[in-house]
């Protein structure tokens, strides 16, 4: 599975105003600290304003921030938004030419497959990806390093062995 670039640079994106969560933000500088193109973001930006992801503001003085707090905006939700629209195989889409499809049992498997993938994003908060992450605060705050935000220790979640 890959995720489309406009799907990776929505998350930078809003983990840039995540960071910079007190700042009206500008394109300019969203796209310097993310590494991405202004035309491309410009895009990007427009998708999360229309999916209620973030607020913006025209005009000279203008710019984006979140729309709602971190703690309620899903990844999995910014993933759908996105990628849904995007059949994952052949099989998903109304232009199916496969053919197999009249045979063939895997569809029903990939479309737990990708439930799955979502579900388990449903369940990852922006907040949790910017959250006590000097390191990436670091690397987009518009404003330099602030004072280390008390950080209560969490273990790191363990993946299952294989």
Do not use: W
């Not at 991405?36 to 607020?55: D, M, P, R, W, Y």
């Not at 971190?70 to 053919?99: H, Q, W, Y």
Request: net charge positive; aromatic share 6%; hydrophobic share 45%.
């Amino acid at each position: 599975m890959r995720l489309t670039t406009k799907t990776n640079l929505a998350l930078r994106t809003l983990m840039f105003c995540a960071v910079n969560k007190d700042i009206l933000v500008r394109k300019q500088d969203a796209a310097k600290a993310i590494n991405a193109s202004e035309n491309h973001l410009a895009q990007v930006i427009n998708k999360l304003s229309q999916e209620g992801f973030i607020t913006t503001l025209r005009g000279r003085h203008g710019g984006f921030h979140l729309a709602r707090a971190a703690d309620v905006i899903s990844v999995g939700a910014v993933f759908r938004a996105f990628e849904s629209g995007l059949p994952f195989i052949e099989c998903f889409s109304d232009k199916n030419t496969c053919p197999l499809k009249a045979h063939c049992g895997v569809r029903p498997h990939l479309s737990r497959a990708v439930d799955s993938f979502y579900s388990a994003l449903d369940e990852l908060y922006l907040n949790e990806l910017v959250s006590c992450n000097s390191g990436l605060e670091a690397l987009l705050s518009i404003s330099g390093p602030r004072a280390p935000a008390k950080c209560a220790v969490q273990p790191a979640p363990q993946l299952a062995a294989e």
